[in-house]
């Protein structure tokens, strides 16, 4: 049974920063990219960022040069260094996995959240 284990969220204070990591546990599944969701009160699930296997990163505009995503070397975790943070950035964030299983396919995995929240 693979589960994509988050922590690191919590309440701070606008301008404040925070760590997400995630951890795959269970079994290794050699993700090809790992990634970073969130969503919001009566909001859907947005991206936010992510990693491929070989370092590429991308951002969603709105935490763009406040967020940065790392993975660790044996790839098997993924982190959200978050700075600046905003009461806009208030929301259950998601960590994501996808594994290919053949050259077209790939199964996904989500983690359970973890709350983040930013007080004004």
């Known amino acids: 049974q693979v589960e994509l284990v988050e922590s690191g969220g919590g309440t701070v204070q606008a301008g404040a920063s925070l760590r997400l990591s995630c951890v795959v546990s269970?079994?290794?599944?050699?993700?090809?990219?790992m990634a970073w969701f969130r969503q919001a009160p009566e909001k859907e699930r947005e991206f936010v960022a992510a990693?491929?296997?070989?370092?590429?990163?991308y951002y969603a505009d709105s935490v763009k040069g406040r967020f940065t995503i790392s993975r660790a070397d044996t790839k098997e975790a993924v982190y959200l260094q978050m700075n600046s943070l905003n009461p806009e950035d208030t929301a259950v964030y998601y960590c994501?996995?996808?594994?290919?299983?053949?050259?077209?396919?790939?199964?996904?995995?989500w983690g359970q959240g973890t709350q983040v929240t930013v007080a004004s």
């Open positions: 269970g079994r290794t599944i050699n993700s090809s990219a």
């Open positions: 990693i491929s296997r070989s370092g590429s990163r």
């Open positions: 994501y996995a996808a594994a290919y299983t053949t050259p077209r396919t790939w199964d996904n995995y």
